[in-house]
């Protein structure tokens, strides 16, 4: 029996059924692979992955000379299927998640903001910087709240369907990402 449906509260297109090591299942049918994270924000959920190669433009380059980043983008334990290497540019020398305004450029677009966002770090917790964290709360507006990709999956899942999509977006890191 499902007493969410027979109480008439309508199941968003953005919830996750499942985290994978690289990627993830919606319950839309998307899924995501290849170590691809995703940010869920007002209903929609879009592909984020700014440690790829591939990225061109000011997040690359915002990214390599943010300060407190790790100055290789090579460097990593690289094992773990779909984990990237290039990751690591984002974490500190003190182990913490520094992620530059331009990776979140989507959050700032928003209006709506979320009132609340949560951070899922791959398979540990790795929590955020001060500038990172400054960045999101007071210069966009957003309380955050950082757990481990699974956890962050179920939290979200549970609090959209309390909560409204409006109210409540996510990053997900893929699940096979562990950092150094």
């Given at each position: 029996?499902?007493?969410?449906?027979s109480a008439?509260?309508?199941e968003?297109?953005?919830?996750i059924?499942?985290?994978t090591?690289?990627g993830f299942?919606?319950n839309n049918?998307?899924?995501?692979?290849?170590?691809?994270?995703v940010?869920l924000?007002?209903g929609?959920?879009?592909?984020?992955?700014?440690?790829?190669?591939?990225?061109?433009?000011?997040?690359a380059?915002?990214?390599a000379?943010?300060p407190?980043?790790?100055?290789?983008k090579?460097?990593g334990?690289g094992?773990g299927?779909?984990?990237h290497?290039?990751?690591?540019?984002?974490l500190d020398?003190?182990?913490?998640?520094?992620f530059?305004p331009?990776?979140l450029?989507?959050?700032?677009l928003?209006?709506p903001?979320p009132?609340l966002l949560?951070?899922?770090?791959?398979?540990?917790?790795?929590?955020?910087s001060r500038?990172?964290?400054r960045y999101?709360?007071?210069?966009?507006?957003?309380?955050?709240?950082?757990m481990d990709?699974p956890?962050?999956?179920?939290?979200y899942n549970?609090?959209?369907?309390?909560?409204?999509?409006?109210e409540v977006?996510s990053?997900?890191?893929?699940e096979?990402w562990r950092g150094?």
């Open positions: 029996m499902d007493i969410l449906a008439g509260v309508e968003p297109a953005t919830s059924d499942a985290c090591s690289d299942h919606l049918g998307v899924h995501t692979s290849g170590g691809k994270g940010i924000v007002g929609e959920a879009f592909l984020w992955q700014p440690w790829m190669p591939t990225t061109t433009g000011a997040a380059t915002d990214a000379s943010y407190g980043n790790a100055a290789s090579t460097s334990s094992s299927s779909g984990e290497k290039g990751f690591t540019v984002f020398p003190r182990g913490m998640l520094n530059p331009s990776t450029g989507l959050l700032s928003l209006y903001k009132d949560l951070i899922g770090t791959g398979r540990k917790l790795w929590m955020l500038e990172t964290r999101l709360s007071e210069e966009l507006g957003i309380k955050v709240d950082v990709t956890n962050a999956a179920a939290a549970l609090l959209v369907m309390e909560r409204g999509v409006e977006g990053i997900l890191i893929p096979g150094r």
